[in-house]
């Protein structure tokens, strides 16, 4: 499925247009940019408090528990 999305600055001159020029594809799908526009309400962290929450993790596997036979070559 392809998605054409359409501004909504541009939806009065694009959008019929696009919708019949795509009208004999099933594939594509015409739509308008529908996000509300104000301000970002994502949550912003300074740096400080980036670092602070951000959680370092080792992905490496763990070792295998126990000891190992020698390795070194006999005399």
């Known amino acids: 499925m392809i998605y054409c999305v359409v501004?909504?600055?541009l939806e009065g001159e694009l959008y019929d247009k696009?919708?019949?020029y795509y009208e004999e594809n099933p594939n594509?799908?015409?739509?308008?940019?529908?996000?509300?526009h104000g301000p970002?309400?994502?949550n912003k962290l300074t740096g400080a408090e980036?670092?602070?929450r951000r959680i370092t993790r080792d992905r490496r596997r763990k070792r295998v528990t126990g000891t190992f036979p020698e390795?070194?070559?006999p005399e």
Not at 28 to 36: P, Y
């Open 50 to 52: 980036f670092k602070e």
């Open 71 to 73: 390795t070194d070559a």
């Open 18 to 20: 696009l919708v019949a």
């Open 28 to 36: 594509v799908t015409v739509i308008m940019d529908r996000r509300e």
């Open 7 to 9: 501004p909504r600055e």
């Open 40 to 42: 970002d309400r994502r």
